[in-house]
């Protein structure tokens, strides 16, 4: 079946500082990649997504490429804020049907 | 419009009451799902609708009961709920649910439980 492994949070950070989430998957064919974000109190925003092998998606200075030779979707930001400061989820969708499968999330905290 | 809108944001329920969640987008999308999120965990699928249409039910227990009155509005039906139910509910809709291009899912920021 398919799975989604994600790097075990919390992560803290201090501002400005570089980010990397990693997020590594198992799935049969050619799913689509998502990385969700969770602010706290709130539902899921998408922040970004890739469909294809070597796609890179981004968003509000969030990067992450699809990577099929090591199955990987690792999440990257050069520069954190403490706005950025929330639960980070990497999920697959698979090559046809809506069951999306999420990691388990990883929290991260931003310090001024 | 991109929203989905939500209501309530926060509900108390006792276990013997009726209570009903509600889910509306107006973007046109032809599927729209029900998820459950415990504190510090990834949402759950409990419910997809597709054209209106269940599609999708994890095995849910039936004192949880979705309806689908039109494409734009999904409501879920509270009924002697336990108090290990209190979780944030998700709605989401997405263009479809085929194609790849189609599974993108919109979430609304949820409904609150709390089962006393």
């Known amino acids: 079946g398919n799975s989604v492994t994600q790097m075990e949070g919390p992560v803290t950070l201090s501002e400005e500082a570089f980010l990397t989430i990693n997020c590594t998957y198992t799935?049969?064919?050619?799913?689509?990649l998502f990385w969700y974000v969770q602010y706290p109190g709130e539902g899921l925003q998408l922040l970004l997504k890739?469909?294809?092998?070597?796609d890179k998606g981004s968003n509000k200075g969030f990067e992450a490429t699809y990577r099929k030779e090591t199955t990987s979707f690792h999440l990257e930001k050069g520069s954190v804020q403490v706005s950025d400061s929330a639960v980070y989820f990497c999920?697959?969708?698979?090559?046809?049907?809506?069951?999306?499968?999420f990691g388990e999330g990883t929290q991260l905290t931003v310090n001024p | 419009d991109t929203e989905v809108t939500q209501t309530p944001k926060h509900l108390v329920m006792g276990m013997t009451n009726k209570k009903s969640l509600k889910c509306e987008q107006h973007?046109?999308?032809?599927?729209m799902y029900w998820y459950k999120q415990k504190a510090k965990k990834p949402p759950e699928l409990m419910f997809v609708?597709?054209?209106?249409?269940?599609?999708i039910n994890e095995s849910v227990p039936s004192r949880f009961s979705p309806e689908c009155p039109n494409s734009s509005l999904l409501n879920l039906h509270l009924h002697a709920l336990q108090p290990e139910d209190s979780a944030l509910y998700l709605c989401?809709?997405?263009?479809?649910?085929?194609?790849?291009?189609?599974?993108?899912?919109?979430f609304g920021a949820g409904s609150r439980l709390t089962v006393l």
């Open positions: 989401a809709s997405s263009p479809g649910t085929g194609a790849r291009g189609a599974n993108v899912l919109t």
């Open positions: 799935a049969t064919g050619y799913p689509s």
């Open positions: 890739a469909t294809k092998a070597d």
């Open positions: 999920a697959l969708s698979p090559t046809s049907g809506s069951r999306l499968t």
């Open positions: 973007m046109g999308h032809r599927a």
């Open positions: 609708y597709s054209y209106e249409k269940l599609s």
